[in-house]
């Protein structure tokens, strides 16, 4: 593969790239002075009157006065008070005439054939119809609120989990500032006059990103919106000094679980105009990324076929000629065996800005997984990370293997599955005990990941079992004694093989 190409959809990962599987589209409705139909008078109905209220729709409610809860009774006290109401109270049931003119309907129904009946008719009116707590016949739902208006967040389960919704939502009203609300009012004050002064795409994106620093590190000032307006002046200013030229930033994607992303790298990712993202990049990782970002597959993977080197190098340049925010996405850490090097230095080349942000590598993510130190200062003084193939896919020619088969240090070897009978022929044959511990890794911190513990004389047997269609790694040393241990331990109690265990 020596083309570079967008990614319109990945069927490896069995799900579009730029959108993962919804059971529910979730849109944000404008209400305001419009007609909305509820019927029913419980305390849950009761409920989604405030809630409408509080969108400014106008509400009629039909429901006998005999049936109304005392919440209800207290909600239209309160608002039969007021100079414009925008609860209505009609005392008689809902009716086929009920629906004209209605924005969306609400019927709070006790059985199956009242709710049917209920729905068929806001239906043949082609009104939009919830009926509370009767899934069969909602053709929308409710989600719980984060209410920062105007930020609004909604949470849904899809109806499987009211109760995780509210929790969902518990956690998330913690973690935003109580000012929202003050810098979201202050955004939409100044919106328009950003937009007269900043060009759409890099230059309105700056401003935008800035702001959001403010708002989760301080408290607005008092005129804040003319200091923002001001620099805003400020960016368009020396847009037009600017040569246009764009950023790159290598970003490491770590060993697949987005959550081990470093606040950094998610910042980046949804700074983007362009990813250029590695075969091994998962899809959670990619899911976090900005919607309107395009993305390119630059599957790079040994043993099969790649996009070459020089071909990501002349696009990383030529988009950020071209005014581009460039992520290059690599899995792991993109300075550990990623070819950071060679990237970096075609930029600096070209005079164009480079900036990294670290990720986790597989070998630290190796370490975590299995709960081993590898610098146990009881077994290693050193560790070192080596790669397992050369660019024919041998092993490299110039390691130094008799120290390389010292016990005390932790030695992980990187990409080394298809050599990992040599690494043992090798390391064997310069002295290293064959009952020296020995793991394999393999999708490390994936759903489908591998794991092998035993000793380095029958690694290559579990190499084999374990095969050779995912991305590996291998430890061996002293440091690996802890999960042989284990390991034996589990053996012993399973009656597995004394050679080692592979678990998925």
């Known amino acids: 593969m020596s083309a570079l190409h967008p990614l319109q959809n990945d069927s490896r990962r069995g799900a579009p790239a730029r959108m993962e599987p ?19 008078g419980s305390e849950g109905a009761a409920w989604k009157a405030e809630l409408l209220v509080a969108c400014g729709a106008r509400v ?57 009946a209920f729905y068929c008719a806001a239906k043949a009116a082609r009104v939009p119809v919830n009926v509370i707590d009767k899934p069969a016949f909602c053709e929308f739902q409710f989600g719980s609120i984060v209410n920062r208006s105007p930020v609004i967040i909604g949470i849904s389960t899809d109806g499987a989990a009211p109760i995780l919704g509210q929790a969902i939502r518990r956690r998330i009203e913690t973690l935003l500032p109580p000012t929202l609300k003050s810098w979201a009012e202050i955004a939409q004050s100044i919106r328009g006059a950003v937009n007269e002064r900043l060009n759409p795409g890099t230059e309105r994106r700056t401003f935008w990103e800035r702001f959001v620093d403010r708002v989760f590190r301080e408290k607005p000032a008092e005129n804040i919106g003319d200091t923002l307006v001001r620099e805003a002046e400020a960016i368009a200013r020396a847009s037009e000094t600017d040569t246009s030229t764009g950023k790159v930033t290598l970003v490491g994607a770590g060993p697949g679980d987005a959550e081990l992303l470093t606040l950094k790298a998610v910042r980046a990712l949804q700074s983007a105009d362009v990813i250029l993202f590695d075969d091994l990049v998962s899809s959670d990782v990619l899911e976090l990324a900005r ?24 696009t990383m340049v030529a988009l950020a000629k071209s005014g581009k925010r460039v992520v290059r996405l690599k899995s792991g850490d993109p300075m550990i065996f990623g070819r950071a090097g060679e990237e970096i230095e075609s930029l600096e080349r070209e005079n164009i800005p480079v900036e990294i942000v670290p990720g986790i590598t597989s070998a630290t993510a190796m370490a975590a997984r299995l709960g081993v130190s590898l610098t146990h200062r009881d077994h290693a003084q050193s560790v070192r990370f080596v790669t397992g193939h050369s660019r024919k896919g041998e092993l490299p020619t110039d390691l130094d293997w008799s120290k390389l088969a010292d016990p005390s240090v932790t030695t992980i070897f990187y990409m080394g599955g298809r050599t990992a009978k040599a690494i043992t022929d090798k390391l064997t044959g310069f002295g290293m005990s064959p009952s020296t ?20 004389s029958d690694m290559p047997q579990a190499m084999g079992e374990i095969g050779y269609h995912n991305p590996v790694l291998i430890g061996i040393g002293d440091a690996f004694i802890k999960a042989k241990r284990a390991d034996s331990e589990r053996s012993e109690t399973d009656t597995i093989a004394t050679f080692g265990t592979i678990t998925g």
Request: charged share 30%; with cysteine.
């Open 291 to 314: 919607r309107e970002a395009k993305r390119m597959l630059v599957g790079k993977r040994g043993g099969r076929e790649s996009c070459k080197q020089e071909d990501i190098n002349a």
């Open 437 to 456: 511990p020995a793991v394999i890794l393999s999708s490390i911190a994936r759903d489908d990941e591998q794991r092998w513990v035993g000793m380095l």
């Open 60 to 116: 009629d409610l039909y429901c006998p006065a005999d049936e109304l809860s005392d919440t209800f009774r207290q909600l239209l006290t309160n608002e039969a008070a007021l100079e414009q109401p925008r609860l209505v109270h009609h005392d008689r049931p809902w009716s086929i005439t009920s629906f004209e003119g209605a924005a969306i309907a609400l019927g709070d129904c006790e059985t199956d054939e009242e709710a049917k």
């Open 22 to 40: 919804l059971a529910k589209l979730p849109v944000f409705l404008d209400l305001n002075d419009r007609r909305v139909v509820l019927a029913g």
